[in-house]
């Protein structure tokens, strides 16, 4: 579920109890379990994954039902939210027989809540909406991809309404029969104004920055900024990075993130001479002083269902440098405008669209403004329009009941 929450005299506000970031592994476990009054939330977008959300319009008020990850490095935490999520998950069909709804919003289909919920749905004659981000570009073997054909079709036009993210998105629900008419587009997106105000602030110290990670003043910085995964391309990164500093040697990178091919990127990068610095993982914050530090971005990864560092990038005024196997591509990056587009493992490619970024400051400027220019249509007021949108034109409503909106939330949860 993705909605905006606005303030204004009932302002909601969460108190978030419990939040585990772990590089190697699930990103969180428990994202809220009580409200307070405490924090107040400005206007923002927020997604709860593996999460059962009910907004009920009338009230104006949003039940968080389970709002958990299950760990896998803990075997005592694991039991206890593990068992929280399957009471929850086993309540979502009761729970959606009972209530009535306008409508519902599922992320996908590939989990069982998301099944016990769309399946609730189908048998309540409750609207469901989906919202994702695959693609038929994602690499997938022939059988798999045979095999999906009828059982997809069978199911995806069943959906009320698709909330579209980008441009392969919509072509992937096409493909299996979803009736363009009932899609709407909810752009995969960050919160621009926080990265743009953000980098804005730490430019003024853009010596001390680049200081902090070791970059040369005068160097013309690339980022990579993900996992250290065989699908990501590090190696690509580091190889197109060295063979452009030996024709422009003010070329450097910067590679933040960390997996278990690290070490592996950390040899190459020694063995080719290549001019890169290793970060290590960084939180959201202090990813946009690595923005900040940097002149472009570069996605070398061999497929990503989107990309949202892109988004985030852009919105610092970065312009990327992505492969075609990035989903985004389509939407966020033109070539010679916003960026540029190199094909997947194309190192000659990406090193010559390197050279020509670090030797043109002029044409690296255009392309920055561009950037931001661009990412700002992919914005949470164009998610948070799409997603109402949608829900006006399928939700099921009562001779009594106004329209749906997202506006004036209070929220609370319940954490079996």
């Known amino acids: 579920m993705v909605l905006r929450l606005r303030p204004g005299r009932d302002r909601p506000v969460l108190s978030p109890v419990q939040l585990h970031q772990q590089p190697e592994g699930p990103a969180f476990v428990v994202f809220f379990s009580r409200v307070g009054d405490d924090l107040a939330l400005p206007e923002s977008l927020f997604t709860i994954t593996e999460a ?12 968080i039902v389970a709002n958990a990850l299950i760990p896998e490095d803990d075997a005592g935490e694991r039991a206890k939210v593990g068992a929280a999520y399957h009471r929850a998950v086993a309540e979502i069909g009761r729970i959606i027989e009972a209530g009535n709804f306008n409508a519902f919003i599922v992320h996908g289909w590939s989990t069982f809540s998301y099944w016990q919920a769309i399946s609730a749905c189908w048998r309540t004659r409750t609207p469901v909406l989906v919202r994702g981000d695959s693609a038929l570009t994602t690499p997938r073997s022939r059988w798999r991809a045979a095999i999906k054909v009828p059982i997809y079709r069978w199911f995806i036009p069943r959906f009320d309404g698709y909330l579209v993210v980008g441009r392969r998105a919509r072509e992937y629900v096409l493909h299996y029969g979803a009736d363009p008419a009932r899609c709407f587009d909810a752009p995969h997106c960050v919160d621009n104004r ?10 003024a110290n853009r ?8 970059i040369p003043q005068h160097a013309v910085a690339f980022l990579f900024a993900g996992r250290f995964i065989q699908r990501k391309r590090p190696a690509t990164f580091v190889r197109a990075v060295a063979a452009a500093a030996g024709q422009a040697p003010a070329v450097c990178g910067l590679m933040v993130g960390d997996g278990p091919i690290r070490g592996e990127a950390e040899a190459l990068a020694s063995e080719t001479g290549a001019p890169i610095r290793f970060s290590g993982f960084l939180n959201q914050t202090d990813m946009v002083a690595a923005y900040a530090a940097c002149d472009a971005l570069i996605v070398p990864s061999e497929w990503e269902t989107w990309g949202l560092v892109v988004n985030e990038a852009m919105a610092c005024g970065l312009p990327a440098i992505v492969t075609s196997g990035v989903a985004c591509a389509d939407d966020l990056v033109i070539p010679g405008v916003t960026g540029e587009v190199c094909a997947v493992d194309a190192v000659d490619q990406l090193a010559a669209q390197i050279v020509r970024l670090a030797g043109d400051g002029a044409y690296r400027a255009t392309l920055a403004v561009n950037a931001r220019r661009r990412v700002d249509a992919w914005s949470v007021d164009a998610a948070v329009d799409g997603t109402v949108n949608a829900l006006h034109r399928v939700a099921r409503r009562s001779a009594t009941d106004a329209r749906p909106t997202a506006r004036d939330l209070t929220v609370h949860s319940e954490i079996p």
């Open 52 to 63: 059962l959300l009910i907004f009920d319009h009338r009230t104006r008020r949003l039940r």
């Open 194 to 203: 926080f990265f743009a105000s953000r980098r804005d602030e730490l430019h």
């Open 207 to 214: 010596t001390a920055i680049r200081a902090r990670f070791g």
